[in-house]
Each structure stands twice: as C-alpha cells, then as structure tokens.
C-alpha cells in the first residue's frame, strides 16, 4: 500500500512542490534563528558601550549628519538586470518545455518583452546620466 502510493506522480509532483520546500524553509529559518541567538551581544557588553549600536560609524559622538547621500550610479544597470532576468529565465524555461507549448510561451515571452521595454528604456536613460553618479 505504502510503496503504491509512494509511486504515485501525484505524491511524487507534492512532495517535490510544496513538502520539500516547507521543510527547507524550516531548516532556513531555525538556522537563522540558531545564529541569531549565538551572535547576538551579551547584555554586559550592550549597556556598557550604548554607543556601538548606533547609527553613527564607530560610536563616534553625534557630530552633524551620521551618513553621506549614498550614489545611485548602479540603478540603471539594477534596473537593467531586474528587467532582462525574468525573460531569460522564461527564454531557458522555453527550451525545455514540450514543442505543444511554444507557441502559448512565445506568447507569453512577447507580452513580457512588451511589457518591460518601457522599464529596459528608462534604465539605459539612467544608467547614461552621469551627473547622478556624482556624491554631493
């Protein structure tokens, strides 16, 4: 009973899907948890230097601004690649999918193309601006 049921797909395609992930998730989220309660400060240390945590670097005394305006030299090329890498993840996807199915994902392929040209077009326009690069 157990090894029929075990050779089912849709136990197969289940456990693959949704089980496995939940235990991944899991094993992620104790590990996190694990570490966060090895790392974290002990309270002796926290309350005899109340300024390690703060926002300025190095403890340092709050002297006018804590932190510079931070550049955006890169959010051109992040746009780029945030643009670009759903259709190349769809274009490897359309190389193994079944031939019955190319033409609905060449469809699908053409609305996405569509739909981030607008966004591939302002980041070139962004990533070309230079005086944005520039720190004040």
């Given at each position: 009973?157990?090894d029929?049921?075990?050779?089912?797909?849709?136990?197969?395609?289940?456990?693959?899907?949704?089980?496995?992930?939940?235990?991944?998730?899991?094993?992620?989220?104790?590990?996190?948890?694990?570490?966060?309660v090895?790392?974290?400060?002990?309270?002796?240390?926290?309350?005899?230097?109340?300024?390690?945590?703060?926002?300025f670097?190095?403890?340092?005394?709050?002297?006018?601004?804590?932190?510079?305006?931070?550049?955006?030299?890169?959010?051109?090329?992040?746009?780029?690649?945030?643009?670009?890498?759903?259709?190349?993840?769809?274009?490897?996807?359309?190389?193994?999918?079944?031939?019955?199915?190319?033409?609905?994902?060449?469809?699908?392929?053409?609305?996405?193309?569509?739909?981030?040209?607008?966004?591939?077009?302002?980041?070139?326009?962004?990533?070309?601006r230079?005086?944005?690069?520039?720190?004040?």
């Amino acid at each position: 009973m157990l090894d029929a049921l075990l050779q089912d797909t849709v136990v197969k395609a289940s456990t693959a899907f949704i089980v496995l992930p939940i235990i991944l998730l899991v094993v992620l989220l104790a590990t996190v948890y694990g570490l966060h309660v090895l790392l974290r400060p002990s309270r002796e240390v926290s309350s005899a230097e109340s300024r390690k945590e703060a926002r300025f670097e190095a403890g340092n005394p709050e002297k006018g601004e804590a932190k510079a305006r931070v550049s955006m030299q890169y959010l051109g090329y992040l746009i780029i690649f945030l643009a670009v890498e759903p259709a190349l993840i769809l274009l490897a996807l359309a190389l193994a999918a079944p031939k019955e199915l190319i033409g609905r994902l060449g469809l699908l392929y053409a609305a996405i193309v569509l739909v981030y040209t607008p966004f591939i077009v302002y980041a070139v326009k962004e990533a070309s601006r230079i005086e944005k690069w520039i720190l004040e």
